[in-house]
């Protein structure tokens, strides 16, 4: 044993942790999130409810995170309130059943907001490490999220030390917590590969009330294998991006990319890396996925910044065993400075992410099914598409087997609006909506990104609808949604 904190279990710690705390956890994606104390913590609410008494805790974290913690908490129905991101089946239920309160945040606001006490004090920070000293200086492990801000501004401190991760992660991290307003600083970052911070956080050590030794992998699934529609949107994707090279509206060094979570975003980047025209890239991102590895590997991708690296558990294996061959090319970042607006817009960002849903005239539903049930949250994407230097949308033009047009008259919640999104890209083609007034736009997206079968519907809705700068019809508007509900299939949708 290395440090002189107190060593406990993971019960003993959730013993400490009382009725209506606040914590803010480590994880950003299963990476790098606390494990073994809030799988304690749910077993402790379990036994709280059982003998009569309220158990509930507040959850923050850096975005997702895994089974253990997520998934364990919700189904002990043990959480008050969840943000600011989440992909948990079961916390998605207590969402979606009111059982918990959850606010959806712009992943780079969460860290300023907590500081500035928006979100009420920070009782307990639980944080994975993969060291810790006796001066209070933690190496955090595969993520870095909000967590630094958890541990500045927590009570109480409890570290699990994880030895799945390698102490030679000394050297990925660049920690930098931003002063706040009015004594806000230029963030000095100009290379998406700059570094401005610190290897490790510096917590007081009189905070840390216990360390919880551990060996406990990240919970992160594989990827579903690229699909005919995956690959088609990647294609478009890339050849888009080359085009607007060859036109030099793209300089020819390339700019930096965000990319979004999940498997249409693991398609596009390796398309990217595929393409002839494409050179070596830079990734200026969040999420650093099994893609971002393969394209490192294959020479296609030079460098990459995020706030965690969310790859599958034998290529974070292949990794660590490699270590050295990622020094320099890997670094992770608190989010506030990953997904930062001031930097996204001065690096000339180009983000790529996945919608749920869009409309004809562009605005995008990135969170709510049907216009009620939470999916995920709106994560990062609109810290980067509100900034981009081109800001691009993806998604399968249908859903659910056709049953569902991921493209329809109005969206049935809005995220990121006409005024932020500048390309949409289904399998279909690419709607480049930049400098078109609503009705171009609208005939740029049915024409080239809708479903065939969807097309006429669209088309109808339109022409029908009421004339005026954006042509809407406050009667047929949501006449998809409506079908979906009574018959299940939107091609039933009247018009
Ligand atoms: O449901 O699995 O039950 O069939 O929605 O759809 O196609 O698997 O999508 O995994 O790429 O995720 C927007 C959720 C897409 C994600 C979203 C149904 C569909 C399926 C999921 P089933 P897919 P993906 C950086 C950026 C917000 C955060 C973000 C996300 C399920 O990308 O959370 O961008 N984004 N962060 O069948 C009803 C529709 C539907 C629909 C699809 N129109 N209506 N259901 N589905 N379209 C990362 C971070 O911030 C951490």
Redesign the pocket.
């Known amino acids: 044993m290395s440090h002189p904190f107190p060593t406990l279990t993971a019960e003993e710690a959730a013993e400490l942790i009382p009725h209506d705390a606040n914590i803010g956890f480590s994880g950003?994606?299963p990476a790098g999130a606390a494990k073994a104390v809030p799988t304690a913590l749910a077993q402790k609410a379990v036994r709280e409810h059982e003998a009569g008494r309220d158990f509930k805790v507040g959850v923050l974290t850096g975005?997702?995170t895994g089974a253990s913690l997520d998934g364990e908490l919700a189904k002990a129905d043990a959480v008050k309130f969840r943000t600011p991101?989440q992909?948990n089946p079961d916390m998605r239920k207590s969402i979606n059943e009111g059982r918990t309160r959850f606010f959806d945040m712009h992943?780079s606001q969460v860290q300023q907001q907590v500081r500035y006490g928006f979100l009420g004090n920070i009782d307990y920070a639980v944080v994975e490490a993969a060291d810790v000293a006796a001066d209070g200086k933690v190496l955090l492990t595969s993520s870095v999220g909000a967590t630094p801000t958890y541990l500045n501004k927590a009570d109480k401190v409890i570290i699990e030390l994880n030895s799945y991760h390698p102490k030679q992660l000394l050297g990925f991290h660049d920690i930098y917590e931003l002063r706040d307003p009015p004594n806000r600083r230029p963030i000095p970052i100009s290379n998406a590969e700059d570094r401005i911070g610190s290897q490790r956080v510096w917590v007081d050590p009189k905070k840390i009330v216990g360390v919880v030794e551990t060996n406990r992998p990240d919970e992160i699934g594989g990827f579903?294998p690229t699909s005919a529609i995956t690959q088609k949107i990647g294609e478009n994707v890339a050849e888009f991006l080359a085009a607007e090279m060859a036109a030099g509206r793209v300089p020819s060094t390339f700019l930096p990319i965000?990319?979004?979570?999940?498997?249409?975003?693991n398609a596009v980047l390796g398309a990217m890396g595929a393409h002839p025209d494409i050179p070596v890239f830079q990734l200026y991102?969040?999420?650093i996925q099994d893609s971002v590895i393969a394209g490192m590997k294959e020479g296609n991708i030079g460098f990459a910044s995020g706030?965690?690296l969310t790859v599958s558990p034998d290529v974070l294996q292949d990794i660590y065993a490699n270590l050295e061959n990622y020094q320099g090319k890997l670094l992770l970042r608190p989010q506030e400075i990953s997904n930062n607006p001031e930097i996204v817009r001065r690096l000339g960002i180009i983000s790529i992410?996945?919608?749920?849903?869009t409309d004809i005239f562009g605005n995008v539903?990135?969170?709510h099914?049907?216009g009620q049930k939470m999916?995920?949250?709106?994560?990062?994407?609109g810290d980067?598409t509100r900034n981009a230097y081109i800001s691009i949308f993806t998604?399968?033009s249908t859903?659910?087997g056709g049953a569902?047009?991921?493209i329809?008259p109005l969206c049935?919640h809005m995220?990121h609006s006409e005024h932020s999104v500048q390309v949409l890209i289904t399998e279909q083609g690419v709607a480049d909506l930049r400098g078109k007034n609503p009705e171009e736009r609208a005939m740029s997206i049915i024409n080239n990104c809708a479903a065939p079968e969807y097309k006429d519907l669209l088309l109808n809705y339109y022409n029908t609808a009421k004339s005026g700068h954006t042509r809407q019809s406050l009667d047929s508007a949501f006449a998809f949604h409506k079908a979906?509900m009574e018959t299940g299939n939107m091609q039933d949708a009247k018009i």
Do not use: H, R, W
């Open positions: 950003f994606t975005a997702s991101y992909s992943l579903t965000q990319s979004g979570v999940g498997n249409v975003a991102t969040e999420v706030a965690s992410n996945t919608a749920l849903e539903n990135s969170t099914v049907l999916m995920n949250g709106i994560g990062g994407s980067f998604c399968p859903a659910k569902i047009s991921a329809a049935s995220d979906f």
